[in-house]
């Protein structure tokens, strides 16, 4: 080395000796880049050519007293119109290593607006990043709104309850929970009269409710507004998994723009689970913190979509939280414009969905069982119902429901949607294999069942 600097200080005078200097130091710079696998180093050289012939010298000189190990793989690196070499410890032998070296990987790239993480051909649409809820939220808190409704007891004003809602049309319709609007005797709407209404931006309006269900909880409110109003989308819960993120937006004790996040633990939770009686619904079920006053308020997924409504949490725990799904939700507001109400068929069976585990447990109870792989099973049939006088028997398995396979009782319900008085085909299986076809004609629910 010391030959070389001597060659080119007196060939090419100091400044090509700073220039030399600069080469080895990247050269040194090679050597730790090709001895660390992680590494992703680029180096890039320009070379006046006046220096060119006194490296490739260096270099030819440097290969002939390279000794040769097994543990010593050397590379040619090329550089422009240069090549240096580089040496890398290798547990593997020379002639196993290959002479190619794969070009630096781009970094990932995450879409401020989404979350989204892309990576040249491959991006996870689902990933979550640092402003994720947030963005979600932003997208529906304009349209959050609180509400104010009278409360009344023996016909005397017992103050005010509370609760939240979301604007999900800009006309000034507004989705929220039937109990924060709607006194109920029984199952009996009760009017409760003009509701206030206040927007994020200030903004406050006497609202009208429009329409309430007691059993789905859902209700509908009417503002008018002269100026333009927020509305958020509606999204869709039938793609929601146990897992996925979730946010809860409201006005719990007249905190307004309060934002809690969470996960779903459940996309199926039954009322019957929940000791609640009356008809049969599902809720989702997350671990977002709510309290008073978020009733009403919308649950939003990370896209910024309204995949349900707020509804109530389990007073005595922390991390139970239900929603009604949206998906219900917005048959029951389809109700509402086409009937004015909700309708709801009545048949007078207790049903239960099948799976193997059940199938092989009534199997071993009684072997004239149904030879069925799904289905739903008819324990009970109210005598005096539709289903008895189509002729339905306990332990009859519904298979096929108006000319559709079925395999739960969900799949029925929305088959019949609001159907009533209209003859409907169903084909059970009873024991032995005994398929028979029967007709049934479902009857409008008594609301106070």
């Excluded at 196993?96 to 996870?124: L, N, R």
């Excluded at 609180?146 to 979301?166: D, K, M, T, V, Y």
């Excluded at 049903?351 to 030879?371: G, V, Y």
Aim: aromatic share 4%; glycine share 10%.
């Amino acid at each position: 080395m010391n030959h070389f600097l001597k060659v080119v200080s007196g060939s090419c005078g100091r400044n090509s000796l700073i220039r030399v200097v600069a080469i080895a130091a990247a050269g040194s710079g090679l050597y730790y880049g090709s001895s660390n696998p992680d590494s992703k180093t680029r180096i890039s050289l320009s070379i006046p050519a006046t220096l060119h012939e006194s490296v490739l010298v260096q270099r030819q000189m440097s290969q002939s007293f390279t000794p040769h190990s097994p543990f010593i793989s050397s590379d040619c690196w090329q550089f422009g119109n240069v090549s240096l070499v580089s040496s890398r410890v290798n547990p593997a032998s020379s002639g196993s290593i290959k002479k190619e070296y794969p070009v630096t990987k781009e970094a990932p790239v995450k879409e401020e607006t989404t979350g989204d993480v892309k990576d040249g051909k491959d991006s996870c649409c689902r990933c979550l990043g640092r402003d994720t809820i947030a963005n979600a939220a932003a997208r529906v808190c304009p349209a959050v709104v609180n509400l104010s409704a009278p409360r009344e007891f023996l016909g005397i004003l017992s103050g005010r309850g509370i609760g939240s809602g979301a604007i999900v049309d800009a006309d000034g319709t507004i989705l929220t929970c039937a109990h924060v609007v709607v006194d109920f005797h029984g199952s009996r709407a009760l009017p409760k009269g003009k509701v206030d209404v206040t927007l994020q931006d200030g903004r406050t309006f006497e609202g009208t409710v429009l329409n309430a269900d007691f059993h789905s909880d859902i209700a509908i409110v009417k503002i008018n507004s002269k100026t333009p109003l927020p509305a958020a989308k509606l999204g869709t819960s039938s793609k929601l998994c146990p897992g996925d993120w979730v946010v809860a937006m409201g006005c719990p004790h007249y905190l307004q723009n309060t934002v809690t996040a969470g996960i779903v633990s459940c996309v199926d939770r039954k009322s019957s689970d929940l000791g609640l009686g009356g008809m049969r619904r599902e809720y989702l079920q997350t671990d977002c913190a709510i309290n008073a006053g978020n009733s009403g308020g919308p649950l939003v997924n990370i896209d910024g979509e309204i995949v349900g409504v707020n509804i109530m949490k389990v007073a005595a725990a922390d991390g139970l939280s239900f929603a009604v799904p949206i998906d219900s939700a917005a048959k029951i507001i389809e109700q509402f414009k086409k009937n004015g109400r909700v309708v709801r068929p009545w048949l007078g069976l207790k049903m239960l969905d099948l799976n193997d585990m059940i199938i092989a447990q009534l199997k071993e109870r009684d072997p004239s069982f149904p030879n069925v792989k799904s289905g739903v099973l008819v324990p009970v049939v109210t005598p005096g119902s539709p289903a008895h006088r189509a002729g339905f028997l306990p332990s009859d398995v519904v298979i096929k429901f108006d000319g559709k396979p079925v395999q739960s009782i969900k799949e029925i319900i929305e088959i019949m949607g609001d159907r009533v008085g209209e003859p409907l085909k169903v084909v059970v299986q009873r024991e032995n294999d005994k398929l028979v076809t029967l007709t049934v004609i479902p009857e409008e629910a008594n609301p106070d069942m």
